[in-house]
């Protein structure tokens, strides 16, 4: 029985990759006394399936059921105009029948006005509110210290069914240094070397994990993995003393390697595997407008001189954004092209999403001020449809999509995706080297619905 249930899962249907938020979220919860139980891969599970794991942690003292938003959208068909998921509806319609339990939701999807159950929602890091709301539930009248991302301790029990070949989450840090135009992410503009974990306590868990699990593989929760050079160092010294080979994927900036060239080791030396890397343009004008005009002056040269250093022991994945001031196709294109021409590992091309919707929570800098960077919103009917003096948004939209298409001949798994394939008990070395096409999806498909298979009868033990 647990006071709280956790519904958790991630945007795929080839692999059984694992979230970090449900799970550190239990772990907090616990530390102050609660029973939690997270429920993964929920989308991978019929109704009954879930429904029947669901049920064997309700007792007398169960509080509510939460679920995670974060991933929703990739799962609504195109005409269904409410966030829940039909896996969502299915379970959670029979389990109100039967239980009188309040829901919470929280991720992206609790600031949705179209949701078709009541909930009780949670905006942002919920640790906090979280645990406001479970003490005052449970008539907890207790003065508790608030969460602090330094002295995180996260712990995975043993009905987490963790494998030892999984890529597991790991959260480095909150926030970023940064103030990318596009981007509407709260905790922008933090102060350099905040909120980040004590390395003790980081390197603590990797031992932990590696003893209870035997996990050696991680994808690393964080905005800018290599915002310092600093945090960069002590990374590598904790990879070069574990007792086990450290692999991981992560967010990093380029511009960053590249004023900091001593990284472009420590990096390798710390484990990266994949990484990750926002180029937005290699448009001078189109970079300059984002906030990351180096990318559209040197990016391409030092992508060359990356790829001859790391010499395929490490691959990345470029992702670009259509419909920035002063880039026009043409420009589009031609990157697209010299990522082809020069063996680029895996890139893509997404439309620009802005809105003027007043009730936004977040807002992007483009967002709040979109007529000074020579965006307007045509139609008052959709707060999504904006265009320039080149683009709408359809008409970035739909390139987006013709690129994609193209992509399939070239890319190799990268970042997300390649920790995703070689959770279901892959080397890195087996994938990362593998166009797209040439994989086995068919593989990977009866290899998932085994993982799941298996992790819902250890759930019904």
Known sequence: MANLILWSCVNTLHAPIRTVASYQLASWLRFHGYTVKVIDFCHLMTADDLIAVTEKYIGSDTLAIGVSSSFWNHWLPANQSHPEPSWVQNARNILESRHKLPWLLGGHSSDSSALIFNWVKFRGNAEDSLLKWMDENSSKLILRNPFDIKTLEKSFLADDFVRPFEVMPIELGRGCQFKCKFCNYPLIGKKPGTYLRDFNFLKDEFIRNYEEWGTTKYYFQDDTVNESEEKVRALADIAQSLP?????????????????????????????????????????????????????????????????????????????????????????????????????????????????????LWKSEFELDYEKYGYSFPDDNHIYNWKNDLWTRDEAFALSLELSKRNVNYSMPTAWLLAEIVSLGYTYDEIMNTRKIDLDWTAFKIRTESMVRKYINHQLK
């Open 244 to 360: 086990f080979k450290l692999e991981w994927t992560g967010y990093n900036r380029l511009d960053l390697i590249w004023s900091r060239p001593s990284t472009i080791q420590l990096l390798k030396d710390s484990g990266l595997r994949s990484a990750y890397f926002g180029i937005e343009s290699f448009h001078p004008k189109a970079s300059m407008a984002v906030g990351k005009g180096w990318n559209g002056k040197q990016g391409k040269e030092f992508l060359l001189k990356l790829k001859e250093e790391w010499n395929g022991s490490i691959n990345w994945y470029l992702s670009f954004i259509i419909g920035l001031p002063g880039e026009d196709r043409a420009s589009i294109e031609d990157s697209y092209k010299w990522c082809a021409d020069n063996g680029m590992y895996e890139w893509s091309f997404h439309s620009l999403s802005i809105n003027r919707s007043p009730g936004k």
